[in-house]
């Protein structure tokens, strides 16, 4: 059973449950434990954690800080110095831009991105 649809379950009865006395809980627990082949404990904690439209909340999506471009850059710097970490990439940046001017015409935009990253995005 797929997962989108077990949380559709979830919501439709989510309501009913939290209504629901002591014996008709039973009675919900049961059918979604059934339904859905979860462990009662892990539905009982579905059920009581966790609200539906939490759990079915679409996915951020990325909003990339650098350009295209930049990233391109840096990776042609990153292949031709011979594939070095972080650190020391961001510390050749000063040694390859002439180079990258001569050869790439990167805008100085380009060229303050790249000195504008830290080492921890190089690799995201």
Do not use: V
Not at 29 to 58: G, M, Q, T, V
Not at 70 to 75: C, D, K
């Amino acid at each position: 059973m797929k997962y989108k649809f077990k949380m559709e379950y979830l919501k439709k009865i989510y309501q009913r449950y939290h209504r629901a006395n002591r014996k008709e809980k039973k009675q919900i627990l049961n059918e979604f434990c059934e339904i859905c082949s979860y462990n009662r404990k892990y539905a009982i904690w579905l059920l009581n954690n966790i609200h539906p439209e939490d759990r079915l909340a679409e996915k951020r999506k990325s909003n990339y800080k650098y350009k295209k471009s930049t990233i391109s850059i840096l990776e042609i710097i990153w292949e031709a110095a011979g594939y070095p970490w972080s650190e020391r990439l961001k510390a050749m940046l000063p040694i390859w831009i002439p180079y990258l001017k001569k050869h790439y015409n990167i805008s100085p935009e380009t060229e303050k991105e790249l000195f504008s990253m830290s080492p921890s995005t190089y690799y995201e």
